[in-house]
């Protein structure tokens, strides 16, 4: 055997050899078969790690007898034991949460003990506030203050359309605050205010029969990351809407 042949056998085995040392896929929700982009896919044996793309493909490298896990915010671990290297479709099951009801009060807006902890938010174009004590700190949750403004019919237009849309946004304030949110989402205090006012759904989108709550918190969550930390933190949450 001539050296030329061996050189040309030898390439074929290495390319060989490393076509057969991918894994590729997709990864979508078990009963839904939504794909899922953003989910961690590591290789047990050799710690290598990638993430799914916004179709929900991926390719790591691996080989037979590896073991192969994914993992999500809001799904649960699954992994994979590699008897061959065929593309594999994995289905990951959402993560069941038993979410706590919290009573929802109503209280009179006290001028005197307002903060300056207000921002114009998705609730119809109205003031929304947080609830404060006699001294002017923040305590938690919100307080809701409709305006009209006889200068501005606009305004007039949203304050009816809250008042009659009110009970049910009320429903969704229920489920969608810090209390229940806390159990799967890795913030806290400041932030996770910052996060509820941001993204608190209106009721056209809560109600839609295409709507998952578990995707669209994953979904708003990878929005507030891209926000800067001391923004997200902030108590004056007027520098948190000027950074979207």
Not at 20 to 29: F, I, R, T
Not at 216 to 223: T, V
Request: hydrophobic share 35%.
């Amino acid at each position: 055997m001539n050296r030329t042949l061996l050189i040309l056998l030898f390439c074929s085995i290495t390319r060989l050899t490393y076509a057969q040392s991918k894994l590729s896929g997709e990864v979508l929700e078990y009963g839904s078969d939504i794909t899922l982009s953003g989910i961690r896919i590591e290789n047990l044996n050799t710690h290598d790690t990638v993430q799914s793309d916004a179709r929900g493909k991926f390719t790591i490298s691996a080989k037979k007898g590896d073991l192969v896990c994914f993992s999500g915010l809001n799904y649960k671990p699954d992994t994979l034991y590699l008897v061959d290297l065929k593309y594999k479709t994995v289905f990951l099951l959402l993560k069941q949460y038993q979410l706590k009801e919290v009573k929802i009060t109503g209280a009179e807006v006290n001028k005197n003990a307002l903060s300056s902890y207000h921002v114009i938010t998705p609730f119809g174009g109205n003031v929304v506030r947080y609830q404060t004590d006699a001294s002017g700190n923040a305590t938690g949750g919100l307080k809701f203050n409709v305006f009209d403004s006889h200068k501005d019919e606009r305004r007039r237009a949203n304050a009816r359309g809250l008042e009659a849309g009110g009970q049910r946004q009320q429903e969704i304030a229920k489920t969608f605050n810090p209390t229940n949110l806390q159990t799967y989402l890795p913030i806290r205090g400041q932030e996770m205010e910052n996060f509820v006012i941001l993204y608190m759904p209106d009721a056209a989108t809560w109600y839609s029969s295409k709507f998952n709550l578990m995707l669209y918190i994953n979904d708003c969550y990878k929005k507030f990351l891209l926000i800067p930390v001391e923004k997200r933190q902030s108590k004056t949450f007027l520098q948190l809407t000027g950074s979207n």
